[in-house]
């Protein structure tokens, strides 16, 4: 091996790799009891038996959740990022306790106080029952994680823009929406996305609120389903769905990402 260059080490690892995985499938796929995972995990009478409730009623809510929590995250996202760059002592210091509070915390810490902590201290809840608190407090919590995001891409504007647009008599706050904004979220929209499928993922995190019937999300529907075939199938429908909603935004993703490589 010491004689060996380092493409041929490299080349010799690689191999053995592939090797390695290639023996573990066919170990896997000789021991495995495929009758029983099939029965238990790919059963089509249960796969039947959740539609079209797993379309119409699960995927739907979590799309509605994933969409209205972004909503409501970029909106304090932005103004989050704007006070975090502002030359106000104060606000710059309201932005960066609140990002730094909301990024440490976990998302289902914030969700529990928003439906539950603030109830009880001031009884007085989101309007909304589970949509309300659950899409506000995802909300607040990637609200903070866009606002970084954000204000990373206004600091990769060049600055000669600002110096150009103020140079032409427009004012700070017409500089930073007509010009400065637009290009940063041009460079954002990739990071954005992502967020949008992690948001996506995280309404999972809804069942600790509470659900009806018509209010459930993939996993909640799932799990309850679950619990009355007794089997595991209805993860397995959950998971696909969810691969289903988030595989194409991940696509875009890499799109948009080698576009704006090709753009430098």
Do not use: H
């Not at 690892?13 to 592939?18: I, Q, R």
């Not at 909106?75 to 990024?103: H, K, N, T, W």
């Not at 799990?223 to 769905?241: E, W």
């Amino acid at each position: 091996m010491k004689n060996l260059t380092p493409r041929q080490r490299t080349r010799i690892y690689v191999v053995s790799m592939y090797t390695l995985a290639a023996a573990i499938a066919l170990f896997v796929g000789f021991a495995a009891d495929w009758e029983r995972i099939g029965r238990n995990f790919f059963n089509t009478e249960i796969m039947r038996d959740m539609f079209p409730d797993v379309i119409l009623i699960a995927a739907r809510n979590t799309i509605i959740y994933t969409a209205l929590s972004f909503t409501i995250g970029l909106v304090l996202a932005l103004m989050l990022a704007l006070m975090r760059l502002s030359s106000i002592g104060p606000f710059r210091a309201f932005a960066i306790a609140y990002i730094e509070l909301f990024r440490g915390l976990p998302a289902l810490i914030t969700l529990i106080f928003i439906g539950f902590g603030i109830p009880l201290a001031f009884r007085w809840s989101i309007p909304g029952g589970t949509l309300g608190a659950g899409s506000v407090g995802l909300a607040i919590v990637a609200g903070a994680y866009m606002a970084e995001t954000i204000r990373a891409g206004i600091e990769a504007v060049p600055k000669g823009q600002t110096e150009a647009a103020r140079s032409l008599g427009m004012s700070k706050s017409r500089t930073m929406f007509s010009i400065i904004l637009p290009q940063a979220f041009r460079i954002i929209i990739p990071p954005l996305t992502n967020e949008l499928v992690l948001l996506i993922k995280d309404t999972s995190l809804f069942f600790v609120l509470g659900s009806t019937p018509g209010s459930k999300e993939l996993t909640k529907f799932s799990r309850d389903f679950m619990n009355s075939a007794k089997n595991a199938t209805p993860l397995t429908v959950a998971a696909i769905v969810y691969l289903i909603i988030t595989l194409p935004l991940t696509f875009l993703v890499r799109r948009l990402e080698k576009s704006a490589a090709k753009a430098r």
